[in-house]
């Protein structure tokens, strides 16, 4: 499932929508035997710009899915990629601390954490009913 969640993330990648950055990511992440595949969205106003990790969790979220079971992450970085605070944020909502997320890049290269690693302290649903 490892292999093939990242094989789904680096083919996501070719639908990027990068006219600013030329800076295609993948996404694809298992959720109820399903896997939903993200790629990063650009627009002229920049800071809309949606990363490829959220579109998958929003793919997933808007057909019903609650709980990532894992999620691999593909860009062509010189290590595995590093996603952003809002994405580490939104993966957390919808995982476990120990749900994995497997980093990579196009050479192959592959960094697994979990996602108490991914965002350490993470603020969580949990915070809000105690
Ligand atoms: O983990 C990451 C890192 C960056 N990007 C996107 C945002 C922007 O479109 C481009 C450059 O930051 O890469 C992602 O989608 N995911
Ligand atoms: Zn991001």
Same mark, same amino acid.
């Not at 019903?64 to 079971?69: D, L, S, T």
């Given at each position: 499932m490892k292999e093939q969640l990242i094989q789904q993330a680096i083919e996501a990648r070719e639908q990027a929508y990068v006219p600013y950055s030329r800076f295609q990511v993948g996404a694809a992440l298992l959720a109820g035997g399903v896997i939903y595949q993200g790629c990063n969205v650009e627009n002229a106003?920049? %800071?809309l710009t949606n990363c490829a990790e959220r579109t998958a969790i929003f793919k997933m979220v808007s057909e019903? %899915?609650?709980?990532?079971?894992a999620i691999a992450v593909a860009g062509d970085t010189d290590g595995p990629i590093s996603p952003c605070g809002a994405c580490r944020q939104v993966i957390a909502e919808f995982s476990d601390s120990d749900t994995r997320v497997y980093l990579t890049n196009l050479r192959g290269e592959m960094t697994e954490l979990t996602v108490a690693q991914l965002l350490p302290g993470a603020f969580t649903p949990a915070d809000l009913h105690k």
């Open positions: 106003s920049y %800071g019903g %899915g609650r709980k990532i079971n």
